[in-house]
């Protein structure tokens, strides 16, 4: 008799802690799914500004050479009309790409400041 409530009693905290696994897991899946969702809007963000600096150097010719780094601004995309704003929910935001060339390759990052959101390693 002893044994059988012992199995009784491990099964039962075995189920509550198989339950309690299950809704951490959908708890943090829900919270990962929500921030991509309010990120994704400032990643877009990030993106439009680097297609707009690629159309920015090449109609300038300002290329960086090997190990340089070109910082290339919101005000002088907009000032060349290759991007209108830089808004989320009518709040405004500010940016810049860096460009630099490695080797033979360009590589373009954008940078977002908004009031509640900033790109990692945003530099004023």
């Not at 509550?16 to 919270?31: A, K, M, N, P």
Request: charged share 35%.
């Amino acid at each position: 008799m002893v044994m059988n409530s012992d199995l009784k009693h491990m099964r039962r905290v075995s189920i509550i802690w198989g339950l309690l696994l299950v809704l951490i897991f959908g708890l943090l899946t829900t919270f990962g799914i929500i921030f991509n969702k309010k990120n994704k809007l400032y990643t877009d963000m990030e993106k439009d500004l680097e297609e707009a600096t690629k159309k920015y150097v090449e109609r300038s010719f300002s290329y960086p050479k090997d190990k340089e780094e070109l910082k290339v601004t919101y005000t002088e995309l907009k000032d060349s009309k290759l991007i209108e704003e830089l808004k989320v929910e009518k709040e405004p935001c500010d940016g810049y790409v860096i460009v630099k060339k490695n080797d033979l390759v360009y590589k373009y990052k954008g940078y977002v400041k908004c009031p509640d959101y900033k790109t990692k390693n945003y530099e004023e």
